[in-house]
């Protein structure tokens, strides 16, 4: 149990980075979080020794309770849980298929939402997970509050509708999945949505919806390509820009194994009797998902 806590530690800690590289977050704020059951979960925390985002190590993730106390002995010691800790809870509470959450402050996207540009299916084959995640268009969650409660929290979630993405005007972002690397990739994909409609848009064009009939021809291109070797890409890019794929332990966690990015996905469903994996809709893992079936 340990050392998958440690690996469930690095994936969430190299999940922070990816969101930093990518520019999805500045400086030292934004979280992500991995349930890991049905009372507990790792969530990146602050410390005295916090350099941000994108320098998170597998030490600044911690595993604290659903009321925000440390889950083990120890865990909060030189820890702060982030005060937004109820984006992460609520969310997770909200639907069992949600293990993971990124709550994240990307530009592009707060300016676009800003200046009244909806996120809209204005590409396809362009990035074809962005457009099905945006066919039916991303929510707003109209208040530009530090979600620091639980009633902030659920306002925040009754935003979301059920989807997996919701746009906090004024403020960033939540992405939820069933995997942190999946929803720092909806979180690109949502970003780049931004960034083409704001370049659409300073060039004097309108952003428009694709044709309706294209959608029969943007299949869903099965998730060995548009997760795992995507994601492949966003951790070999760490090392591009100057941020290591793998730094130096502070202790509290083991680096990710090279090569080993399919046992990183959180995928961990048969340990924990009394977690999501066991229970009866473990099977409807991808009823959120925004791609065609
Ligand atoms: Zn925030």
């Not at 009321?67 to 002995?73: I, K």
Request: charged share 20%.
């Amino acid at each position: 149990m340990t050392d998958q806590l440690d690996r469930q530690r690095a994936l969430v800690a190299q999940a922070c980075r990816v969101a930093a590289a990518r520019g999805l977050v500045d400086g030292i704020l934004g979280h992500l979080s991995l349930r890991v059951d049905d009372e507990h979960l790792l969530i990146r925390c602050r410390s005295d020794t916090d350099t941000g985002l994108a320098f998170t190590r597998p030490s600044d993730i911690r595993l604290v309770t659903f009321d925000g106390t440390a889950g083990a002995e120890g865990e909060l010691d030189g820890y702060r849980v982030p005060n937004e800790l109820p984006i992460h809870i609520e969310t997770m509470l909200s639907d069992r298929t949600f293990r993971a959450v990124a709550h994240l402050h990307p530009a592009a996207i707060v300016a676009a939402d800003l200046a009244g540009i909806a996120i809209r299916p204005i590409y396809g084959a362009y990035d074809i997970s962005g457009a099905w995640l945006a066919r039916r268009g991303v929510p707003v969650y109209e208040r530009a509050v530090l979600i620091r409660n639980s009633r902030l929290g659920k306002e925040m979630v009754a935003a979301m509708g059920g989807g997996p993405v919701v746009i906090c005007r004024g403020h960033g972002i939540t992405s939820a999945a069933a995997t942190v690397a999946q929803t720092v990739l909806q979180a690109i994909s949502l970003d780049e949505l931004a960034r083409m409609s704001l370049r659409v848009r300073a060039a004097g064009g309108v952003p428009r919806d694709i044709d309706e009939r294209d959608w029969d021809d943007l299949p869903d291109l099965g998730p060995a390509f548009a997760v795992e070797a995507a994601w492949r890409h966003e951790v070999a890019r760490l090392g591009e820009v100057g941020l290591s794929a793998s730094p130096p332990q502070a202790g509290g966690g083991t680096p990710p194994q090279a090569g080993g990015a399919p046992t990183l996905w959180g995928r961990t469903p048969t340990s924990t009797p009394s977690g999501p994996a066991s229970s009866p809709d473990a099977n409807r893992v991808d009823r959120q998902s925004p791609w065609p079936p």
